[in-house]
């Protein structure tokens, strides 16, 4: 009975020894919160959850590097939280606010621009930073020091759309229809400014909203327009049944758009009628074709059962990029973080990443794309 007491003392030592020290190093462990905010719900969904799963893979990546990343000596581990911000600037807001509540200090997103306008000075005012997907020029020309846009704005994206029209497929006429987002209306602008100087005669613009589906109308005055060429300035749950009332209105133009027509969500909505007749431009460099890019799509599809969609490899190395400058600074002050990330440069997945001052790519190539056999096909930069 006398050793079996001592034993069973010495082993509640040792558990208390081990208890102990697990509190000490969970004590000692900094938890660095990073946010996504964006469409996890409706139409735009899709994209939200392809964005999320970018973050994700980064941070699950992250948290398993051996030896753990330390800042000021101590070891790191990031944590993710996602809000569905519905692509609405109002739950935008919420979010902003909620993040900030939770003591969030990076956020990768807003998807959408009509989001992004809005919430950036949220997360400015609150310190926090920003690191967004939305397009519009605006965005990044607030001032905003903790504000980067991770991808081409519009003025690239529709320059390259307008320019591809005018020089590869000779489009003399165009119609324009946008859906009047900030990301549908700015895109558009873009468009048609280019288009202009490009010698493309733009034969009407017309609008529409980020909820409709029936387009029959306008395109019927578009048609009678004789256009060789609509460009929509939206997103794919609008331009997919576009396409398929093009084609039964026999209205054979081609539909033209920016990155948000770039997904396989545009050809599963859009059946046959989404082939070499839409053309769109990505932000970016063609993945498969960069070094590191086969290796993350691979690592993608293993983890979440589907291939990346558009955005997934930019939430991913963005993510890479803020782990990378904490370590740098040794610091996860946004402020420090931020002002560090504009002087480095980060080799990403799907291309080298580098900052202005005011939180634009210093160099962000653009893709034209179409689609074949329900896949889309990059046809050059």
Do not use: W
């Not at 930019?314 to 990330?341: C, E, H, K, N, R």
């Amino acid at each position: 009975m006398k050793f079996t007491s001592i034993a069973a003392a010495v082993m509640a030592v040792v558990a208390a020894s081990s208890l102990s020290a697990a509190a000490a190093a969970q004590a000692q462990t900094q938890v660095i919160k990073i946010g996504l905010s964006g469409p996890l719900s409706g139409a735009n969904a899709f994209a939200g959850k392809d964005n999320e799963n970018g973050v994700r893979l980064a941070v699950e990546e992250l948290n398993a590097r051996q030896p753990k990343p330390t800042v000021a000596g101590k070891p790191v581990r990031f944590e993710l939280l996602s809000e569905d911000d519905q692509g609405d600037p109002k739950a935008g807001v919420n979010v902003a606010q909620k993040f900030a509540d939770a003591g969030v200090r990076f956020v990768l997103g807003p998807y959408n621009s009509g989001v992004a306008l809005p919430a950036a000075r949220v997360y400015n005012d609150a310190g926090i930073m920003m690191s967004t997907v939305g397009t519009n020029p605006k965005i990044t020309q607030s001032g905003y020091k903790l504000v980067f846009r991770t991808v081409a704005s519009d003025s690239q994206v529709g320059a390259q759309v307008a320019n591809y029209a005018a020089k590869n497929l000779k489009v003399k006429t165009v119609g324009v229809i946008d859906d009047r987002t900030a990301f549908g209306q700015g895109i558009a602008a873009e468009f048609t400014r280019q288009a202009k100087a490009s010698g493309i005669a733009v034969a009407g613009q017309e609008f529409t909203t980020d909820k409709a589906s029936d387009f029959a109308s306008i395109l019927t005055r578009l048609k009678a327009k004789n256009v060789d060429a609509i460009f929509f300035g939206g997103y794919a749950p609008q331009a997919a049944p576009m396409a398929r009332q093009m084609k039964a209105l026999g209205l054979n133009a081609k539909l033209l758009g920016g990155d948000t027509l770039c997904s396989p969500e545009m050809a599963k909505l859009g059946g046959d009628a989404v082939a070499d007749n839409v053309l769109c431009a990505q932000a970016g460099a063609v993945l498969e074709k960069q070094k590191a890019g086969p290796a993350f799509q691979a690592r993608y599809q293993a983890r979440f059962k589907q291939n990346p969609d558009v955005y997934a490899a930019a939430f991913y190395d963005q993510t890479m990029f803020l782990a990378s400058a904490i370590a740098a600074t040794g610091s996860t002050d946004p402020t420090v973080v931020a002002g560090a990330m504009r002087t480095m440069t980060h080799p990403g997945v799907v291309g080298s990443y580098g900052y202005d001052a005011n939180g634009n790519l210093k160099a962000s190539t653009v893709t034209m794309y179409t689609f074949k056999n329900g896949a889309l096909v990059a046809l050059g930069q």
